[in-house]
């Protein structure tokens, strides 16, 4: 059992579904279009916090190129997604929780990095454009990779969309294996 499976397989984290999915080919168009999205700010994070551009941003194709699969983390909610009070707290405990869930990976070895929708919580308010102050904490927003999400989840047979009276959140851990050679 590969040690994402046996971390998928703890009790905490029984409302999750986990899937081992292929790194997602890098699409310019598609990157373009994400972070002109981000540059006009309608969620109010841009130039604002590490894990949204310009922060977090990075050569996505260089970045993709060097791991190796990538662990889809989703868990389905029963909730007005307009509700806001009540998304902003279901969002800080994906966070919390998501998090828990990469440090466990990190300790048993696995070279991950975790994105999740959204900018990143960890600090209450972030020290950008200081340095960030717990980096090994930070949780990038998946926008950052300009991602086409629908067509890379056809791509492994899964379905990505919107549902009324249900939310489906998303994680994604980028794993890059060990090298072999050292």
Do not use: H
Request: hydrophobic share 35%; charged share 30%.
């Amino acid at each position: 059992m590969e040690a994402w499976q046996n971390i998928a397989s703890l009790q905490s984290y029984e409302d999750f579904t986990f899937r081992k999915a292929p790194v997602p080919e890098y699409d310019e168009e598609s990157y373009r279009i994400a972070f002109q999205c981000c540059k006009e700010n309608k969620c109010g994070t841009y130039d604002t916090n590490w894990g949204c551009n310009p922060g977090a941003k990075r050569d996505v194709p260089a970045f993709l190129s060097e791991q190796d699969y990538v662990i889809v983390v989703s868990r389905t909610y029963e909730v007005d997604y307009k509700d806001r009070e009540l998304m902003k707290s279901i969002t800080e405990d994906i966070q919390r929780t998501f998090r828990r869930m990469i440090i466990e990976l990190r300790n048993n070895n696995l070279d991950c990095i975790g994105f999740l929708d959204g900018p990143c919580l960890y600090c209450g308010e972030c020290a950008y454009p200081d340095p960030c102050r717990f980096p090994e904490m930070k949780i990038e927003s998946i926008s950052t990779l300009g991602l086409n999400l629908r067509k890379w989840f056809e791509s492994f047979g899964e379905s990505f969309g919107f549902e009324e009276g249900k939310v489906t959140l998303y994680g994604f851990i980028f794993v890059r294996a060990p090298d072999a050679s050292a």
